[in-house]
């Protein structure tokens, strides 16, 4: 979240209307403070929000005028596919292993190197004042339902009992 912070403060030079909402526990205590002793330091304190764990975040998400993922690594990156799929505009690092894959080298969101505030902000700029369409953005993130991860593994399943390939 440094790095997402760091990123938004360079967004909110041109964008000052624009807040930040951090959703979800901080590991400790301290590393919350020092979240928040960050937005201070880059006179933003007054835009950034951490509510913590929320019940549900999918109505953030579909609110949000941007979904920011800033991990240092992911598996299959659950948050970005939910705020895709529910037409949000999203941005991510370019972290192993998924979100290059979730959002096709750029097609849906923009990319940025891991750690690399610059970028990340050039990004979050970009898909804010030009997302991609919004219905491809919401066809994209129910390609990883669960019932469309189903339906293809039933194909597959058929697919090789008769005798194909995969």
Same mark, same amino acid.
């Given at each position: 979240?440094?790095?997402?912070?760091?990123?938004?403060?360079?967004?909110?030079?041109?964008?000052?209307?624009?807040?930040?909402?951090?959703?979800?526990?901080?590991?400790?205590?301290?590393?919350?403070?020092? =979240?928040?002793?960050?937005?201070?330091?880059?006179?933003?304190?007054?835009?950034?929000?951490?509510?913590?764990?929320?019940?549900?975040?999918?109505?953030?998400?579909?609110?949000? @005028?941007?979904?920011?993922?800033?991990?240092?690594?992911?598996?299959?990156? @659950?948050? =970005?596919?939910?705020?895709?799929?529910?037409?949000?505009?999203?941005?991510?690092?370019?972290?192993?292993?998924?979100?290059?894959?979730?959002?096709?080298?750029?097609?849906? @969101? @923009? =990319?940025?190197?891991?750690?690399?505030?610059?970028?990340?902000?050039?990004?979050?700029?970009?898909?804010?004042?030009?997302?991609?369409?919004?219905?491809?953005?919401?066809?994209?993130?129910?390609?990883?339902?669960?019932?469309?991860?189903?339906?293809?593994?039933?194909?597959?399943?058929?697919?090789?009992?008769?005798?194909?390939?995969?």
């Amino acid at each position: 979240f440094p790095c997402l912070i760091r990123a938004f403060a360079r967004v909110r030079q041109h964008r000052p209307e624009l807040r930040l909402v951090i959703l979800g526990e901080a590991k400790t205590p301290a590393s919350r403070e020092a =979240l928040v002793a960050l937005a201070r330091d880059l006179e933003i304190a007054d835009a950034v929000d951490l509510p913590g764990a929320v019940p549900q975040a999918i109505p953030y998400m579909a609110r949000a @005028g941007l979904f920011a993922l800033s991990s240092r690594w992911e598996g299959l990156p @659950g948050a =970005l596919i939910e705020a895709l799929a529910c037409g949000t505009p999203v941005v991510s690092t370019d972290c192993p292993s998924g979100p290059d894959e979730v959002l096709e080298s750029g097609r849906y @969101g @923009g =990319l940025a190197p891991v750690g690399d505030a610059a970028a990340l902000a050039a990004v979050m700029v970009e898909n804010l004042d030009r997302p991609p369409d919004r219905a491809s953005r919401i066809a994209r993130g129910r390609r990883f339902s669960v019932a469309r991860a189903l339906a293809d593994y039933v194909a597959l399943v058929d697919t090789l009992s008769r005798g194909g390939s995969a």
